[in-house]
């Protein structure tokens, strides 16, 4: 999946996440904007120097426009060997529940509060999310998300490319009623009552 969509999902289901907690849970609201944050980040530490590879290449003149890889070209991810490790690193699910694993340990070793009443904390499940989300919606010849790595090499085969218009078509309406939903469902709404001036 692209990166908007990443973080629109992220963002959204945190505030529909929210909205289901009751009023003793408040503690655990997150942040939608953090937990966009986390949605963005296993794209974010891969591409961020892939760009920065290819626009200094650019830039030097040591390519030209036309040979930066389009959407479905095998590029640097598929190719170059660091990149790989760095996609692996942030597109398994294993690493995550590891990674999750540390930080959680870590806040409740320095800080003595239970990891789970942060807020912060839950916030990095957007990460896991990218990756459950991004299982489905690339095909199994474009980076294929390892999902399991590094102890499977296993990759979904069904996948569809997010590129495709159909799964563009299907996302972007997806994202379109989940926000929908979001604003119909607005608790300050409905206090918000129509003033008439002619009572
Ligand atoms: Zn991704």
């Keep these: 999946m692209e990166i908007f969509s990443h973080a629109l999902w992220s963002a959204g289901l945190a505030q529909l996440a929210n909205r289901h907690l009751k009023v003793k849970h408040k503690h655990l609201r997150v942040r939608p904007i953090l937990t966009a944050g986390w949605g963005i ?27 930066i890889p389009q959407h479905g070209q095998l590029g640097l991810v598929d190719t170059n060997t660091i990149t790989r490790i760095f996609y692996s690193l942030s597109h398994s699910l294993v690493v995550f529940c590891v990674a999750m694993l540390l930080v959680v340990l870590f806040y409740r070793l320095f800080t003595g509060r239970k990891a789970r009443r942060s807020s912060s904390l839950w916030a990095m499940l957007g990460w896991g999310l990218h990756i459950l989300i991004d299982v489905p919606s690339h095909s199994y010849e474009y980076s294929a ?37 979001l604003w119909w469902s607005e608790p300050s709404k409905k206090r918000v009552k129509w003033d008439n001036p002619l009572a």
């Design 41 to 67: 980040f296993p794209d974010v530490v891969v591409f961020a120097p892939v760009w920065a590879v290819y626009v200094w290449n650019l830039v030097s003149g040591k390519i030209n426009y036309s040979q």
């Design 145 to 181: 998300t390892p999902v399991l790595w590094p102890i499977s090499e296993w990759r979904f085969a069904q996948g569809i490319d997010w590129g495709t218009p159909a799964f563009l078509l299907f996302n972007f309406l997806a994202l379109f009623l989940l926000y929908l939903f």
